[in-house]
């Protein structure tokens, strides 16, 4: 689906920084303008105030280290962040508790099984896998340090807040249609509890993970969370160092991994970016060292991924040197000293 898409892009290499700014502005503009028109997948209304978007809605932004921002399309339409926020939580528990813990509670393993899977939980005696599912990310939820839920909340809300560079906002609509049809979530957290997998209350620790996946954000808030990753834990924007650096490499691991859910494979294959997607739409793309793409449109493929946004990904991955595993030849002088 995607190199078919972007064969006739020049490859450029990973190493070094991004290309100067009026090429990456030029090169943005043209991922936008070459799949504006796409109009496959199909809107998420499996949650009802989801199903209102826009379907030609369609941003991208490009974040770099360096604070350069590089725009097109509709970037300042805001959206639920829904699971793109497991990513940022989750980096906010190994700061909290460190790597170590939460490795051993919730795992880094793909499930390749779908991201509200229960079978997963029952086949692998209660572990939730991976945080960038619906079980781990309930559980990881739970394992950052509050004495009441309200608490836990105020400490995701700030913290994602610190990675975007700007306070975020509760979607009440969203937060009240998912709170009434998140049924599959609250049995979830019930059979993580019955496994020892909670260090808090089920129900409460679902409406917290509900209140969290509907915090609005948009395409540019997600390339800057993107490149506060991908430089170290500091917000390029803000200069705030929001996570440690070690915090950040956990992170991203764990996205080139299980992120994009059962095709993160096929993901990391043909574009080679840690990344997540959300069901309003939305996916951050995260160079290390380099910076970050945020893409927001609302048709979804089959697996709940942005069809726009990962075809759109996988031109700039190729077209701006964002490929992790996209290296050059060494260069060497007729000596044999590196040039």
């Not at 209304?45 to 826009?54: S, W």
């Not at 962040?81 to 795992?107: M, N």
């Not at 709170?179 to 997998?197: K, V, W």
């Amino acid at each position: 689906m995607f190199e078919s898409d972007v064969l006739d892009v020049a490859q450029q290499s990973s190493t070094g920084a991004l290309p100067p700014g009026r090429r990456v502005d030029e090169l943005v503009t043209a991922a936008h303008a070459r799949y504006a028109s796409d109009d496959s997948g199909v809107v998420a209304d499996y949650i009802p105030v989801l199903g209102q978007a826009d379907p030609s809605w369609f941003g991208l932004s490009v974040v770099g280290v360096d604070g350069g921002v590089h725009e097109a399309g509709d970037t300042g339409i805001p959206f639920t962040i829904q699971s793109i926020s497991k990513a940022f939580v989750f980096a906010l528990a190994c700061q909290a508790i460190g790597h170590e813990r939460v490795h051993e509670r919730v795992g880094v393993n793909n499930t390749g099984l779908a991201f509200n899977s229960v079978i997963a939980v029952e086949l692998n005696a209660g572990s939730p896998m991976n945080p960038m599912v619906n079980p781990g990310a309930i559980a990881t939820t739970a394992l950052l340090p509050a004495a009441t839920s309200d608490e836990r909340w105020a400490v995701v809300c700030d913290g994602l807040s610190r990675f975007a560079g700007r306070p975020l906002e509760l979607d009440d609509e969203v937060y009240r249609s998912e709170s009434e049809t998140n049924h599959r979530n609250r049995a979830i957290a019930q059979l993580l509890h019955s496994y020892g997998r909670l260090d808090a209350d089920a129900d409460e620790t679902v409406d917290v993970y509900t209140r969290q996946c509907a915090l609005a954000v948009d395409a540019h808030d997600l390339a800057v969370m993107g490149a506060t990753l991908a430089d170290g834990g500091v917000n390029p924007l803000t200069g705030e160092q929001v996570v440690p650096a070690e915090v950040c490499r956990d992170t991203l691991a764990v996205l080139a991994s299980c992120g994009m859910y059962e095709r993160s494979g096929e993901w990391l294959f043909e574009i080679g970016l840690p990344a997540k997607s959300g069901v309003s739409g939305g996916i951050v793309a995260v160079s290390p060292g380099k910076g970050a793409v945020g893409a927001f449109s609302p048709r979804l493929d089959a697996a709940g991924n942005s069809v726009r946004g990962q075809r759109a990904c996988a031109y700039l991955s190729r077209a701006l040197g964002l490929n992790l595993f996209a290296s050059a030849r060494w260069a060497t002088s007729s000596n044999g000293d590196a040039s």
